[in-house]
């Protein structure tokens, strides 16, 4: 949500400046027409994201983490930021907890609203791709073929992306932005604060750089 931030006010500061008189003969009107023109400059998908977010109360925010409650949920569909949080949550997490692979989803969509990482679902998970575990996701860049073979473990997380999208809450990790299984010892590991260990994976969150000026 800080990039949503971040845009609607960057857009803020390329508006006309009004005059002393305009701002003082009506400043609602003039306050709600700068906000207004901010939003009307932002991509609609991001907008959409950001109702579906905000939607506090709404049926959708209502998760329980279990397979009794998903199992309970509509058939999921979606374009292709569905695909890939679906995707992601398949060769990732499948054979995690229902919990767990809403874990997981949590830290991809934490990344998306970070400055510091692509501002897509798809763009966070594709990052790095390309060369030979070169990448965040190890299953876009480990040279194997990501072929769906399981059909009731792509359903199941084909749900939770669903549910995340729609603004599930994110509670579970604290803000999380990045994971590694039990078996594994990354460096990173070392510096970033933990804030969760959920089924295999444990979960952390970048540290805050300050500027040194």
């Known amino acids: 949500m800080r990039k949503l931030f971040a ?21 609602a009107r003039h306050l709600m027409s700068i906000e ?9 998908d991001r ?7 905000s939607a506090g109360s709404g049926e959708a925010t209502r998760v329980r983490y279990d397979r009794d409650w ?5 058939a999921p569909e979606g374009g292709a930021e569905w695909q890939c949080l679906a995707e992601a949550l398949y060769f990732e997490a499948r054979g995690e907890s229902v919990r767990g692979q809403f874990a997981v989803a949590e830290v991809i969509l934490n990344r998306v609203e970070s400055a510091i ?3 897509t679902v798809c763009g ?14 190890t299953y876009t860049c480990d040279g194997a073929a990501e072929t769906i073979h399981e059909p009731r473990a792509w359903a199941q997380v084909g749900k939770v992306a669903r549910a995340m999208l729609d603004g599930a809450p994110r509670v579970l990790t604290k803000g999380a932005t990045h994971y590694h299984t039990k078996h594994v010892s990354p460096r990173w590991a070392r ?16 540290p805050i750089q300050l500027s040194s000026n």
């Open 70 to 74: 998903l199992a309970g949920q509509p």
């Open 191 to 206: 510096v970033y604060p933990r804030t969760a260990t959920i089924g295999v994976h444990h979960f952390y969150r970048k």
């Open 36 to 44: 207004r023109a901010a939003l009307d400059s932002l991509p609609r």
């Open 124 to 137: 966070v998970i594709e990052q790095g791709t390309g060369e030979l575990y070169q990448c965040q996701f």
């Open 47 to 53: 907008l959409e994201r950001l109702m579906r977010t």
């Open 117 to 119: 990482y692509p501002d």
């Open 7 to 27: 845009a609607a006010a960057a857009a803020l500061t390329v508006l006309a400046a009004p005059s002393g008189a305009e701002v003082a003969s009506d400043p």
